[in-house]
């Protein structure tokens, strides 16, 4: 034979050098961010936690602005997967599990959701980077599951007379609200255990 053996060879793909060191880079501004919030954080500390130059940091990130873009995206593409579980089973009983299955991966990462609740309350000033991404956030999550519940009308499994916005507001006020309970009291706080009680009582209430 007269060819390369290595073409032979079965490959393993490997994540390039620097998609790897995006990502350290990332979980370094997500931690920097739930300590310090965005305001706070530097990008000469974040390079420091990774140990690299802050021009390292620039030729992935250009500026503070696009990391804080970087990591808000990331979890975008985790609480996508978590949602997709919304939509797996359309009924009542379907609905409140995929928003208990939202809250319990919550509950496994305590540092991500410090940074988010810290990135949540900055960005309620306008001129925050990360204003519009919470903006469209809510509206979106109030459109999705606006109009699963008014699905659930339409088949019968929920009351027709529901104030169905006013729902999903003490819904997600429940959940964020529960968060920085647990965040500050975690020893006393059960996140799971007090959202898995109050979605049982919301099932009650709106069930046809």
């Given at each position: 034979m007269t060819g390369n053996s290595s073409d032979t060879l079965p490959r393993t793909r490997r994540a390039p050098k620097g998609e790897k060191r995006r990502e350290e880079l990332l979980d370094a501004a997500l931690q920097l961010f739930s300590l310090e919030g965005y305001t706070g954080a530097s990008i000469?500390?974040?390079?420091?936690?990774?140990g690299i130059s802050v021009a390292g940091v620039l030729h992935h990130f250009p500026n503070k602005v696009a990391l804080l873009m970087g990591v808000l995206a990331r979890r975008d593409e985790v609480n996508h997967k978590v949602v997709s579980s919304l939509h797996s089973e359309p009924t009542l009983q379907g609905?409140?599990?995929?928003?208990?299955?939202?809250n319990r991966s919550n509950a496994t990462a305590p540092g991500v959701i410090r940074a988010f609740s810290m990135l949540n309350a900055e960005s309620l000033?306008?001129?925050h980077p990360g204003w519009e991404w919470f903006?469209?956030?809510?509206?979106?999550?109030?459109g999705r599951m606006r109009a699963r519940l008014d699905h659930?009308?339409?088949?019968?499994?929920v009351r027709g007379d529901v104030d169905l916005d006013a729902i999903i507001h003490q819904i997600l006020a429940m959940m964020?609200?529960?968060?920085l309970q647990w965040l500050r009291f975690p020893e006393t706080v059960d996140l799971v255990q007090r959202f898995d009680s109050y979605m049982a009582q919301v099932e009650r209430e709106i069930r046809a």
């Open positions: 000469a500390r974040i390079a420091d936690l990774v609905f409140v599990s995929g928003l208990r299955q939202i000033v306008d001129s903006q469209s956030r809510y509206v979106t999550i109030h659930l009308v339409a088949t019968g499994e964020d609200g529960l968060q």
